[in-house]
C-alpha cells in the first residue's frame, strides 16, 4: 500500500499468516489482515483497516520498494526493450508510483529482469553439451570440441573452458569451392564470464568471406592457438608437409584493402 500511495507506511512484526502495518505518527491509518484457513491460506483477508491519511507528507524515498519487486513490475517492458535506459525506468517509477529511485537500482532492476527474461548466464553454460549435440544433429559431418575442468565433488558441474565448433556445411564449402586461403583473428568476448573469441574464415569465389570455424577460450595464448589449429588442420585435411594454404594472421596487421590484393595475388598464383 505504501508502494501504491506514497505515504510513510511501516510493517510490524508479520509472519506467514499475520501482517500489520501502520502509518507514521500521528497519522491513524492502520491495517491488519491474516490468512482464513477456509481459503486454503492462499490469501490474506482483510479483517481491520482505518484508511484515513492525516498528518503525513508525501514519502518520496520507499524501503519497501526493492529491485525484485521492481524487476518483476516492468518485466514485460524490459521485455520488449532490452536495452530500457536506466532513466526510463527511474521515470516510469516516478509517474506511476511518485517514488523516486536511484540509478543504481533501476540497473539492478533491469538486471534481474534480464535474468529472469533469458535465465542466468551460468545455467545456460549448463545445456552446452545439448547444443553441441543438437549442432551435430541437425548439421551432419560437423566438429565439436569441449573442454572442461572436472570437479572433485561428482555433484557438482565441470567448470567450462573451451569449446571448438566447424559446421560440416562449411566445410564441405571450404573444401569444394573457397580459394585456399585461411584468415586467423581473435576478440574479447565481454559479459559475466569473459574470455576469447578465435575464428577462421576464408575468401569465396565472389570475393566473399567464408566463415570456417570458430571457438571460445578462456584466453588467448599459444597453447590455445595450438589447440584450434590442431583441430582445424585435421577438419580440413590439410598436409602440413606439403601444403598449398596460406594464413593470415591479425599479427600482420593488414588492413582490408591490402587484405583483398593478396587474396586476388594469392588466387592467381595458386591457380
Given at each position: 500500500?505504501?508502494?501504491?500511495?506514497?505515504?510513510?507506511?511501516?510493517?510490524?512484526?508479520?509472519?506467514?499468516?499475520?501482517?500489520?502495518?501502520?502509518?507514521?505518527?500521528p497519522c491513524p491509518w492502520f491495517v491488519y489482515a491474516s490468512k482464513v484457513p477456509a481459503l486454503n491460506n492462499s490469501d490474506f483477508v482483510l479483517k481491520t483497516l482505518n484508511d484515513v491519511h492525516n498528518h503525513?507528507?508525501?514519502?518520496?524515498?520507499?524501503?519497501?520498494?526493492?529491485?525484485?519487486?521492481?524487476?518483476?513490475?516492468?518485466?514485460?517492458?524490459?521485455?520488449?526493450?532490452?536495452?530500457?535506459?536506466?532513466?526510463?525506468?527511474?521515470?516510469?517509477?516516478?509517474?506511476?508510483?511518485?517514488?523516486?529511485?536511484?540509478?543504481?537500482?533501476?540497473?539492478?532492476?533491469?538486471?534481474?529482469?534480464?535474468?529472469?527474461?533469458?535465465?542466468?548466464?551460468?545455467?545456460?553454460?549448463?545445456?552446452?553439451?545439448?547444443?553441441?549435440?543438437?549442432?551435430?544433429?541437425?548439421?551432419?559431418?560437423?566438429?565439436?570440441?569441449?573442454?572442461?575442468?572436472?570437479?572433485?565433488?561428482?555433484?557438482?558441474?565441470?567448470?567450462?573452458?573451451?569449446?571448438?565448433?566447424?559446421?560440416?556445411?562449411?566445410?564441405?564449402?571450404?573444401?569444394?569451392?573457397?580459394?585456399?586461403?585461411?584468415?586467423?583473428?581473435?576478440?574479447?568476448?565481454?559479459?559475466?564470464?569473459?574470455?576469447?573469441?578465435?575464428?577462421?574464415?576464408?575468401?569465396?569465389?565472389?570475393?566473399?568471406?567464408?566463415?570456417?570455424?570458430?571457438?571460445?577460450?578462456?584466453?588467448?595464448?599459444?597453447?590455445?592457438?595450438?589447440?584450434?589449429?590442431?583441430?582445424?588442420?585435421?577438419?580440413?585435411?590439410?598436409?602440413?608437409?606439403?601444403?598449398?594454404?596460406?594464413?593470415?594472421?591479425?599479427?600482420?596487421?593488414?588492413?582490408?584493402?591490402?587484405?583483398?590484393?593478396?587474396?586476388?595475388?594469392?588466387?592467381?598464383?595458386?591457380?
Open positions: 500500500y505504501s508502494i501504491l500511495t506514497g505515504r510513510p507506511v511501516f510493517m510490524y512484526t508479520n509472519d506467514k499468516s499475520r501482517l500489520r502495518a501502520k502509518c507514521v505518527a503525513c507528507s508525501h514519502a518520496w524515498k520507499n524501503k519497501h520498494m526493492s529491485t525484485s519487486w521492481l524487476a518483476n513490475r516492468y518485466e514485460d517492458q524490459i521485455k520488449s526493450n532490452m536495452d530500457m535506459p536506466a532513466k526510463q525506468i527511474r521515470q516510469a517509477v516516478d509517474e506511476q508510483y511518485k517514488c523516486e529511485i536511484s540509478r543504481s537500482m533501476a540497473y539492478k532492476a533491469r538486471t534481474k529482469a534480464r535474468k529472469n527474461i533469458k535465465g542466468s548466464v551460468a545455467e545456460q553454460y549448463a545445456f552446452v553439451w545439448e547444443y553441441a549435440a543438437e549442432l551435430q544433429r541437425t548439421h551432419p559431418n560437423t566438429t565439436i570440441d569441449i573442454q572442461y575442468n572436472p570437479r572433485n565433488d561428482p555433484d557438482e558441474r565441470p567448470t567450462f573452458t573451451r569449446f571448438y565448433c566447424c559446421l560440416g556445411p562449411l566445410k564441405k564449402g571450404v573444401n569444394e569451392g573457397c580459394r585456399p586461403i585461411i584468415a586467423l583473428d581473435g576478440c574479447h568476448t565481454k559479459g559475466a564470464y569473459p574470455g576469447q573469441l578465435l575464428t577462421a574464415i576464408g575468401p569465396d569465389p565472389n570475393n566473399g568471406w567464408w566463415p570456417i570455424a570458430w571457438a571460445v577460450v578462456e584466453k588467448e595464448a599459444r597453447e590455445q592457438w595450438h589447440w584450434f589449429l590442431s583441430l582445424l588442420i585435421k577438419d580440413l585435411q590439410i598436409a602440413t608437409a606439403s601444403s598449398h594454404y596460406t594464413f593470415i594472421s591479425d599479427q600482420q596487421k593488414v588492413k582490408h584493402s591490402y587484405l583483398i590484393i593478396i587474396v586476388d595475388i594469392s588466387y592467381y598464383l595458386v591457380y
